[in-house]
C-alpha cells in the first residue's frame, strides 16, 4: 500500500494563479480531509468528506474548492491564489470514527 | 469547538533524558491521536488513544479521558526525537480533528 499520496511536493504560483493539489489513497477509507500548516501553528482543516460525492467545509474554507468524484480521489482546487495560502498543505484520509493516516505534505508558495 | 492545549511549547533535552508532554482539551473526545513531525515535516502518527494508555517502544501515551488530558512519555530520548509532536482531537462525532500548537522538542549530545 502506497497510504496517502500527495502530488506535487512543492509549488510556487503567482497571485491570481490557480491550480490543484492532488490526493490519492488505496487504503479504500472513505473520510477524507485537507489541512493547513502555517508557521509555528498545528494544521488546520480546510474541506472534508465523508464519502464520493459528499463534500462539506472545514475551519478554513475560503478560497478553495473541493470535490470527491471516487472514493480514492480528493482534489484541492485554488481559483484565485493569494499570497495568504502560502502554506504547506496535508491530506488526511481514515475509515469513520478511526486513526487518521496523513500523505507527506505541498508546500506552496504564492508570490 | 473543542479546544487543544499542549504544553510545553517549547523542549531542551539530553540525549538519554526522559520527558512527558502534556495534551489538555476542552470537551469529551472521540479520537485522540499523538504525531511526531520530523524535521523534514513528515507526520508521523504516534498513538490512536482515545482513552487508556498505549505503548510502542520507548513511547507510551495515556488518555484519561474523564479528566480531559493525555500525557505522552518519551523515555531514554534519542536525537532522532527531535521534532515538533501534536496532539489532535475530534469531539461530537465525525473525523474533524483539531490540533493543539505542538511542543518542540530539540535533543541534544
Known amino acids: 500500500n502506497a497510504g496517502v499520496t500527495q502530488t506535487p511536493k512543492f509549488q510556487v504560483l503567482k497571485t491570481g494563479q490557480s491550480m490543484t493539489l492532488q490526493c490519492a489513497q488505496d487504503m479504500n477509507h472513505e473520510y477524507m480531509s485537507w489541512y493547513r500548516q502555517d508557521p509555528g501553528m498545528g494544521l488546520r482543516l480546510i474541506h472534508y468528506s465523508v464519502g464520493a460525492g459528499i463534500t462539506d467545509q472545514g475551519e478554513v474554507p475560503n478560497g478553495y474548492n473541493v470535490s470527491r468524484s471516487t472514493t480514492e480521489d480528493f482534489p484541492l482546487r485554488l481559483l484565485s491564489a493569494a499570497p495568504s495560502q502560502t502554506s504547506v498543505y496535508f491530506c488526511?484520509?481514515?475509515?469513520?470514527?478511526?486513526?487518521?493516516?496523513f500523505g507527506p505534505g505541498t508546500r506552496l508558495t504564492v508570490l | 469547538g473543542i479546544q487543544v492545549e499542549q504544553s510545553p511549547p517549547d523542549l531542551i533535552l539530553q540525549e538519554g533524558a526522559n520527558s512527558t508532554l502534556r495534551c489538555n482539551f476542552s470537551?469529551?473526545?472521540?479520537?485522540l491521536q499523538w504525531f511526531h513531525q520530523n524535521p523534514w515535516g513528515q507526520l508521523i502518527n504516534l498513538f490512536y488513544?482515545?482513552?487508556g494508555t498505549k505503548q510502542n517502544g520507548r513511547l507510551s501515551a495515556t488518555t484519561v479521558a474523564t479528566e480531559r488530558y493525555s500525557l505522552l512519555y518519551i523515555s531514554s530520548s534519542q536525537t532522532t526525537d527531535s521534532g515538533v509532536y501534536f496532539c489532535?482531537?475530534?469531539?461530537?462525532?465525525?473525523?474533524?480533528?483539531?490540533f493543539g500548537t505542538g511542543t518542540q522538542l530539540k535533543v541534544e549530545l
Open positions: 488513544i482515545p482513552s
Open positions: 488526511a484520509s481514515s475509515y469513520e470514527g478511526g486513526e487518521q493516516f
Open positions: 470537551d469529551s473526545v472521540n479520537n
Open positions: 489532535a482531537a475530534t469531539a461530537g462525532g465525525g473525523n474533524k480533528l483539531t
